[in-house]
């Protein structure tokens, strides 16, 4: 992946990262050392820290669209949210887990791309509002053991039964567990819980950043 910087950014926006029409800026570490960076900076998760596991589900077409929204696979999120993430891992890390991320944030081109798939707002956030995930805020996640092996939540990511609710009584003690642990040190690390998908956690202080279309070069 390609990361560049362009001198007109100023004139563009308030944010290091944006979409100008045709243009695009990523702001990569080496940058912001050299930037002055805010906390709505928007940067990429795998130059802050090399122990998350990615499945961008998104990036493929195996998720619940069966299509590819995304041109290439890659987590982008305001640096607040970074930190955040950063942190709650840490203590899934002393635990001997670690966070396997499927999705972060998602230019609002990409969400009206999803709508125009399924035009539903029971699975997809309507663009015209915009979800967390547009505003760098949101991941979706889940807990990956010392071998690799995903932790039993009960569903898999996407589904959109009940059965993938918190408080959905009727699942294994271990499943219980398993989400307890998740929703435990991701709320202690500053998010909120999506009651109805176990995997949803929203940055408390994101909820009142702009929705943004800033996209990322895959080149």
């Known amino acids: ?6 001198s007109s950014l100023v004139v563009c926006s308030l944010f290091w990262f944006v979409s100008c029409k045709s243009q695009n800026v990523v702001l990569n570490k080496d940058q912001a050392k050299e930037t002055s ?27 619940f669209l069966k299509a590819k929204v995304y041109d290439c696979a890659e987590c982008f999120l305001r640096l607040k949210t970074v930190n955040a993430l950063i942190d709650a891992n840490k203590k899934f890390l002393e635990k001997g887990y670690k966070i396997k991320i499927f999705d972060c944030y998602r230019p609002l081109d990409i969400q009206k791309k999803m709508w125009k798939i399924v035009s539903n707002p029971k699975y997809v956030a309507d663009p ?51 989400r307890i642990l998740l929703k435990t ?19 408390k202080t994101a909820l009142n950043d702009a929705v943004s279309n800033a996209k990322w070069d895959c080149k």
């Open 1 to 6: 992946m390609k990361f560049y910087f362009k």
């Open 37 to 63: 960076v805010n906390d709505s900076t928007f940067v990429n998760l795998k130059q802050y820290s090399q122990d998350f596991e990615y499945d961008m589900k998104y990036a493929t077409e195996d998720n």
């Open 128 to 178: 015209a509002k915009g979800s967390i995930h547009n505003r760098g805020g949101a991941v979706d996640i889940t807990l990956i053991d010392s071998l690799g092996k995903e932790l039993d939540m009960g569903t898999p990511f996407d589904f959109f039964g009940i059965e993938a609710s918190h408080n959905y009584p009727n699942v294994s003690d271990n499943v219980k567990q398993n």
């Open 185 to 203: 040190i991701m709320t202690s690390s500053g998010f909120n819980s999506f009651d109805s998908e176990w995997w949803h956690y929203n940055l």
